[in-house]
């Protein structure tokens, strides 16, 4: 059965003070993995998708890896505004249904 | 261009009501999800359409239903609705089935149910 873990449940950094957020996955056929951010009260919002072992993305501070069995999320020299919860998702088989974990909450403080 | 837009965004209905749900994809995306989503956990696959089809469905009762039409919007309906089925349901939208395609969300619509 496919699933997806993702640790810490909750994360506190300072500002400037660059973490990791985990995701591993068990998964049959993988076509691609996600990361997703969502604010309070808002919808998942679009960060990454990785396809490939080995493969790695960037956007601003935020920079998402993918091995066979996870994938890290890395915050460097967070601000307040990277608060959120950030949510990882597998996608196989063959429809679009995206699996996910239970996400991580990022609280940045100044 | 309007991303995925859902109505209504806030409602409150008591048990054994009836709920609709309403989505309108991005323009030109063919499938249309929903997910469930509990407060504090990831969002729950429910059902995809594509082509006004059912091409996936989740682990969900038969008090779930939906359907697409012809202009690619789609409703879902929760029937004889219980204490649990309180979430936020979002609608998400992408281009096809094949490949690693990208689900748009909606920012959902907040039920809770008394």
């Known amino acids: 059965e496919d699933q997806v873990t993702q640790s810490p449940e909750a994360l506190r950094l300072q500002e400037g003070e660059s973490s990791s957020l985990n995701c591993s996955y068990t998964v049959s056929g993988l076509r691609g993995l996600f990361w997703y951010r969502q604010d309070p009260g808002k919808g998942p919002e679009f960060l990454f998708t990785?396809?490939?072992a080995g493969e790695e993305k960037e956007k601003e501070r935020l920079k998402a890896t993918l091995t066979k069995k996870e994938s890290f999320l890395h915050i460097t020299a967070p601000k307040p505004e990277d608060s959120a919860t950030y949510l990882c998702a597998v996608q196989s088989g063959a429809t679009n249904k995206l699996i996910f974990g239970t996400g991580t909450l990022l609280a940045v403080q100044p | 261009d309007a991303g995925v837009t859902q109505s209504p965004t806030h409602l409150i209905k008591t048990r054994g009501q009836h709920v609709t749900l309403r989505c309108s994809p991005i323009s030109g995306h063919k499938s249309v999800s929903w997910y469930q989503q509990v407060l504090g956990q990831g969002p729950q696959f429910i059902f995809q359409?594509?082509?006004?089809?059912?091409?996936g469905r989740g682990n969900f009762p038969d008090r779930f239903s939906a359907r697409q039409f012809p202009n690619y919007s789609s409703e879902l309906n929760v029937n004889a609705l219980l204490l649990g089925d309180s979430a936020l349901y979002l609608c998400a939208s992408s281009l096809g089935l094949t490949g690693a395609n990208v689900l748009t969300f909606g920012a959902g619509s907040r039920l809770t149910v008394l």
């Open positions: 359409y594509y082509e006004k089809e059912e091409r």
């Open positions: 990785l396809y490939s």
